[in-house]
């Protein structure tokens, strides 16, 4: 049976198109995707992401190092966080370099980091986590009391502050991007995965419904999860279980800015495996394609590329979808390193040509 956030009659209320989502009964959209899509891209739209999986590290004994079990967890460095709020992201790693997944880590204190991973792979990841969390006397708290709402958009602050707490509004006022702040309960980030500027708001399930209505009020339209997937795609933002799996490195999955090489001597999780896989040579990548036909680029198609000396190489469409934004046909694909600017896809018997671009088409409402 499919789980419902604490916001699910919110969704039913205004007419939310529910679907199954990891497990989860969530709105594809209110109406009309491509609206969202729009609403987000030139004012303000928000996204019930109440599934995703919060999680706070603390001081199990005083001899407790979260900062040490973060370090070997994680492929980045959380050594860079120093500034109460910095925000981190990335990839925790399987000891063979595959991505189990991506991933948010907030340091607010020697103490206290928050982290947030994503809803479809939470067995896995708290059972991950807690495995080597005990190592360094660190208790992991899942904060399933909390529920999440993104308000995204180039107005997305100023609507938002018309609707949080005077208190919230008051720390969350000078964040800069990737930085999170707590007030109380509440928690506020800079962050989101849309392209576009905004909040993602931690607050108590008891008091999600009615920030819900007050966003509403202030113009924030809700948007389904189609309009999420579309608005990341242009912004070049991977999915996990498409664009990187646990057999796939961040090495081959456009993550190589992810992984912390520097210090020599920190080990993590899949190091020893990527610095393998490094030494041999990186066989692929991951490019962006702009279709030059019509026609419509979807997950595992085929593709075909020119590698040098008349020879041709394959890669294969891990996200594909119709950008409303370029009203084109764009994915991101895994192709071979000699890929050049150009390349063909097989859709449905047909090879289609396809421009070969930097996998990012769309940031702040401009296209790349």
């Not at 009659?9 to 109406?31: C, L, R, S, T």
């Not at 070997?72 to 992201?89: C, F, I, P, Q, S």
């Not at 180039?154 to 007030?183: N, Y």
Request: hydrophobic share 40%; charged share 25%; proline share 3%.
């Amino acid at each position: 049976m499919s789980n419902k956030t604490v916001l699910f009659d919110k969704h039913v209320e205004y007419k939310g198109k529910i679907v199954d989502f990891a497990g989860w009964q969530m709105p594809v959209n209110y109406g009309s995707q491509i609206d969202e899509h729009h609403q987000v891209r030139k004012d303000a739209g928000m996204f019930d992401v109440s599934h995703m999986v919060i999680v706070d590290l603390g001081m199990a004994t005083e001899a407790s190092d979260i900062k040490a079990f973060l370090q070997y967890l994680l492929a980045n460095d959380v050594a860079k966080l120093t500034e109460r709020g910095k925000a981190l992201y990335s990839c925790m790693l399987n000891e063979q370099g595959g991505v189990i997944d991506d991933l948010i880590v907030y340091y607010m204190s020697d103490d206290w980091y928050r982290v947030v991973i994503n809803a479809g792979t939470r067995e896995k990841d708290l059972a991950w986590i807690n495995k080597h969390a005990s190592a360094y006397n660190v208790s992991v708290k899942e904060r399933d009391d909390l529920a999440m709402i993104a308000v995204q958009g180039p107005h997305a602050r100023e609507k938002a502050f018309q609707a949080l707490p005077v208190d919230v509004v008051e720390a969350a006022t000078p964040l800069k991007r990737f930085f999170g702040a707590d007030c109380g309960d509440w928690f506020v980030g800079r962050t989101g995965y849309t392209g576009e500027d905004g909040f993602e708001v931690m607050l108590p399930e008891t008091e999600a419904a009615a920030l819900w209505d007050k966003l509403a009020a202030a113009g924030v339209k809700p948007c389904g999860l189609g309009a999420r997937d579309t608005l990341r795609l242009e912004a070049g933002m991977n999915l996990y279980g498409s664009d990187m799996t646990e057999d796939t490195s961040p090495l081959i999955s456009g993550l190589s800015w992810t992984i912390a090489w520097s210090p020599e001597d920190r080990d993590f999780i899949g190091r020893s495996a990527l610095e393998k896989e490094k030494a041999a040579g990186i066989k692929q990548k991951i490019v962006g394609l702009v279709l030059e036909e019509k026609g419509v680029l979807r997950g595992h198609q085929k593709v075909l590329v020119d590698i040098g000396d008349g020879q041709q190489g394959e890669g294969e469409i891990t996200s594909g979808t119709f950008s409303p934004s370029l009203q084109k046909s764009i994915a991101l694909a895994r192709v071979p390193v000699a890929t050049g600017e150009t390349c063909k896809v097989d859709i449905r018997g047909k090879l289609l040509n396809a421009s070969v671009v930097k996998p990012v088409f769309v940031r702040d409402g401009q296209a790349v």
